[in-house]
């Protein structure tokens, strides 16, 4: 059995049907298995409307059609079944937690404000540290985590509080993030 494809993307808005189809149709044909979106910008009866062709199971949180949003597709053919949830209302986070056929796993998906705000990510956390893990967390923090690695020049850049938070919880839960870890020079994502 091969592992699935597990993907998180922030897709700027999908509010267009014509971008909304072009990115079902991208992650079909890379053959995705659970994909953890941000920045949906669609309200709960377009989030329904991501349920179609591959995807059978869709978990989301809304704000509103020009905001937020964040959503996790689930391949009809995973044997994932729902046991809880929780949904942001403020459209930054939804925590889904089930079973992949027998085993226990817990799916996150995170949009973080662009402003210096650890309360977002402090209930994030909480809320997720109510599931057991593992733990699989896609999503947009919106802040550099390495203070000297710039994504255009070495840089040093000042640690905000949501980058401690972030780290503070990486530590505490025994996170590991994973594009960093294979990639530890790069100056992308940082």
Known sequence: EHAPGIV?????????PTKRKRILSFLKSH?????????T?????????????WV?????????????GVAILIHKNLPFQCLSQVMDPAGRFVVVHGRWGAKPITFASM?????DD????????????????PWVIGGDFNCPLITVIGRFSP?????TLMA?????????YSLVDFWRHLHSTAREYS
């Open 41 to 53: 910008h669609l309200t709960q009866l377009e989030h329904d409307k991501l349920r179609r062709d």
């Open 118 to 133: 650890p309360l977002v990510l402090q209930n994030f956390f909480l809320q997720l540290a109510k599931f057991p893990s």
């Open 164 to 172: 401690k938070t972030i780290l503070a919880s990486v530590k505490e």
């Open 56 to 68: 059978e199971q869709c978990f989301y949180s809304s704000f509103s059609s020009k905001a937020r």
């Open 31 to 39: 053959q995705v298995h659970v994909a953890m979106l941000q920045e």
């Open 8 to 16: 998180s993307i922030n897709l700027s808005g999908i509010n267009h």
């Open 111 to 115: 949009y973080a404000p662009n402003i």
């Open 155 to 159: 840089v040093q850049v000042t640690q």
